[in-house]
């Protein structure tokens, strides 16, 4: 066999399986692929969606395109024909596009095109093997979020603050309005309308005044807290990823630890935003008021170091400067212009005012009992005016736990707290019990110790 005759079959059966197969292509009329644009990448249920399909290099003329498309939220069922337009090229080689109606959030949409020639030829896809095309409309429904959480101002004297927040809102619908709910544990309930500047998304910013919540009674060991939930009202089965809240700084009369949580619920309130801001106020706002109080108690603790029957005038000269200090504190401005206009009764700060010029009172009564007492008295064990300080250490110290001596009237409840209670801060408390027990414990262990001393027998040495 000559060795060019492998090659000329070759050949031959290429060229001729070329001719085949380009007829055979040529004869469908149509080339390149069924092609759908909706306006976006998935949709919009506010706009009409195009439909597009492009024929390249036709055996025969193409008489007209037909779209069939079915609506349905499962699979499709009855279709609709759209005869579709030649918007570019002509009727070999051309586009031929057409939209249909607008479309609820969520909807399938089935679609195929019939192409068919100028010899009647149909060209449809649609076989047992060849199933339509497919999308769905999918926008979420509208929705909050908040990315920006500050607090502006603070006011002290009223305890409410100044907020600033910026809403992210996801908006599809062609509407010009949307409304946000707020609620601040019930205090302060509202809402406000923001304009829709563009669709899809947009931020908006607003300021609230809202009310601290707390006890203003602990004053000046106040904690307040705000709690509030942001909402729109549209039901959806959409859930989404929210996004982080960024806190500004603020920093005045408070700090505030924060925290806050975002919840969408599904089927229910479409964003749900619940944003905690605790406050707590900076020590050294309480100092004026801390400092001079602890001095006090000390002093009152070290007047016991004092011997009631030599150094009595010195004891009463103590009393009597913290019970002028308790009473031109307690009338000062500057206690008055700090506390709460929502404190109600009597506040921690005046209520540990008046118990220290009570307590100043009771030492001065048992310091003059013991005086008297260990004036008339046989030299006994304990000295008598070291048991009247007990006595007096004692009664501060029932008051201190649990006399019930604070009130606070709030709606729908009553509360009585001693004064013990009432203090949030464990460092004061510790302070005050240091201070009310300090003098007379070292007197005591001073008494114990010259008593044994005493009763020590003396060697004499004989020579």
């Given at each position: 066999?000559?060795?060019?005759?492998?090659?000329?079959?070759?050949?031959?059966?290429?060229?001729?399986?070329?001719?085949?197969?380009?007829?055979?292509?040529?004869?469908?009329?149509?080339?390149?692929?069924?092609?759908?644009?909706?306006?976006?990448?998935?949709?919009?249920?506010?706009?009409?969606?195009?439909?597009?399909?492009?024929?390249?290099?036709?055996?025969?003329?193409?008489?007209?395109?037909?779209?069939?498309?079915?609506?349905?939220?499962?699979?499709?069922?009855?279709?609709?024909?759209?005869?579709?337009?030649?918007?570019?090229?002509?009727?070999?080689?051309?586009?031929?596009?057409?939209?249909?109606?607008?479309?609820?959030?969520?909807?399938?949409?089935?679609?195929?095109?019939?192409?068919?020639?100028?010899?009647?030829?149909?060209?449809?896809?649609?076989?047992?093997?060849?199933?339509?095309?497919?999308?769905?409309?999918?926008?979420?429904?509208?929705?909050?979020?908040?990315?920006?959480?500050?607090?502006?101002?603070?006011?002290?004297?009223?305890?409410?603050?100044?907020?600033?927040?910026?809403?992210?809102?996801?908006?599809?619908?062609?509407?010009?309005?949307?409304?946000?709910?707020?609620?601040?544990?019930?205090?302060?309930?509202?809402?406000?309308?923001?304009?829709?500047?563009?669709?899809?998304?947009?931020?908006?910013?607003?300021?609230?005044?809202?009310?601290?919540?707390?006890?203003?009674?602990?004053?000046?060991?106040?904690?307040?807290?705000?709690?509030?939930?942001?909402?729109?009202?549209?039901?959806?089965?959409?859930?989404?990823?929210?996004?982080?809240?960024?806190?500004?700084?603020?920093?005045?009369?408070?700090?505030?630890?924060?925290?806050?949580?975002?919840?969408?619920?599904?089927?229910?309130?479409?964003?749900v935003i619940n944003v905690h801001v605790y406050f707590k106020r900076k020590i050294e706002r309480t100092y004026f008021f801390i400092i001079?109080?602890?001095?006090?108690?000390?002093?009152?603790?070290?007047?016991?170091?004092?011997?009631?029957?030599?150094?009595?005038?010195?004891?009463?000269?103590?009393?009597?400067?913290?019970?002028?200090?308790?009473?031109?504190?307690?009338?000062?401005?500057?206690?008055?212009?700090?506390?709460?206009?929502?404190?109600?009764?009597?506040?921690?700060?005046?209520?540990?005012?008046?118990?220290?010029?009570?307590?100043?009172?009771?030492?001065?009564?048992?310091?003059?009992?013991?005086?008297?007492?260990?004036?008339?008295?046989?030299?006994?064990?304990?000295?008598?005016?070291?048991?009247?300080?007990?006595?007096?250490?004692?009664?501060?110290?029932?008051?201190?736990?649990?006399?019930?001596?604070?009130?606070?009237?709030?709606?729908?409840?009553?509360?009585?707290?001693?004064?013990?209670?009432?203090?949030?801060?464990?460092?004061?408390?510790?302070?005050?019990?240091?201070?009310?027990?300090?003098?007379?414990?070292?007197?005591?262990?001073?008494?114990?110790?010259?008593?044994?001393?005493?009763?020590?027998?003396?060697?004499?040495?004989?020579?």
């Open positions: 066999m000559n060795r060019t005759t492998p090659v000329f079959v070759l050949v031959s059966t290429f060229i001729v399986c070329t001719v085949f197969v380009g007829s055979v292509y040529s004869s469908m009329g149509v080339h390149g692929p069924y092609i759908a644009y909706p306006k976006s990448s998935t949709g919009a249920p506010w706009d009409a969606i195009g439909f597009g399909i492009d024929v390249t290099n036709a055996e025969q003329e193409i008489a007209n395109v037909t779209l069939f498309y079915s609506v349905n939220k499962t699979d499709p069922q009855t279709y609709v024909e759209v005869p579709m337009n030649l918007t570019k090229g002509d009727n070999r080689t051309g586009s031929w596009t057409c939209e249909i109606p607008p479309q609820e959030n969520g909807t399938t949409i089935w679609y195929y095109a019939s192409v068919l020639d100028v010899r009647g030829n149909d060209h449809s896809p649609i076989s047992e093997f060849d199933q339509p095309r497919e999308f769905r409309i999918q926008v979420f429904y509208p929705r909050l979020q908040v990315i920006f959480f500050r607090v502006k101002d603070i006011n002290e004297k009223e305890l409410t603050a100044n907020i600033e927040v910026t809403f992210h809102i996801y908006r599809p619908e062609d509407k010009n309005l949307t409304r946000v709910y707020y609620n601040n544990k019930n205090v302060d309930v509202g809402d406000f309308e923001v304009e829709i500047a563009q669709r899809f998304e947009f931020t908006e910013q607003k300021e609230l005044k809202l009310n601290l919540i707390g006890s203003a009674e602990e004053f000046p060991f106040d904690n307040y807290y705000m709690d509030i939930i942001f909402s729109t009202l549209y039901e959806t089965d959409v859930e989404f990823t929210p996004k982080q809240i960024y806190f500004g700084d603020y920093f005045d009369y408070y700090i505030w630890d924060y925290s806050y949580d975002n919840a969408t619920e599904k089927f229910q309130q479409q964003s001079p109080t602890l001095v006090c108690f000390f002093l009152l603790g070290a007047s016991h170091l004092l011997e009631s029957t030599k150094r009595l005038t010195g004891r009463l000269t103590i009393y009597l400067t913290i019970f002028v200090f308790v009473a031109s504190f307690s009338a000062s401005e500057v206690l008055r212009d700090m506390i709460p206009l929502s404190a109600i009764g009597v506040n921690v700060a005046e209520l540990t005012l008046n118990l220290l010029g009570a307590y100043s009172g009771i030492y001065s009564i048992c310091t003059l009992i013991g005086n008297f007492a260990s004036s008339i008295s046989r030299r006994t064990r304990i000295d008598p005016a070291l048991l009247a300080d007990l006595a007096a250490i004692i009664s501060a110290l029932l008051i201190f736990f649990s006399f019930p001596v604070f009130r606070i009237d709030v709606p729908f409840r009553k509360e009585v707290k001693s004064l013990y209670t009432q203090i949030p801060d464990l460092l004061f408390k510790g302070l005050i019990l240091c201070g009310l027990i300090y003098g007379w414990i070292i007197s005591f262990l001073k008494h114990i110790y010259e008593r044994l001393r005493s009763t020590t027998p003396t060697l004499e040495y004989v020579q």
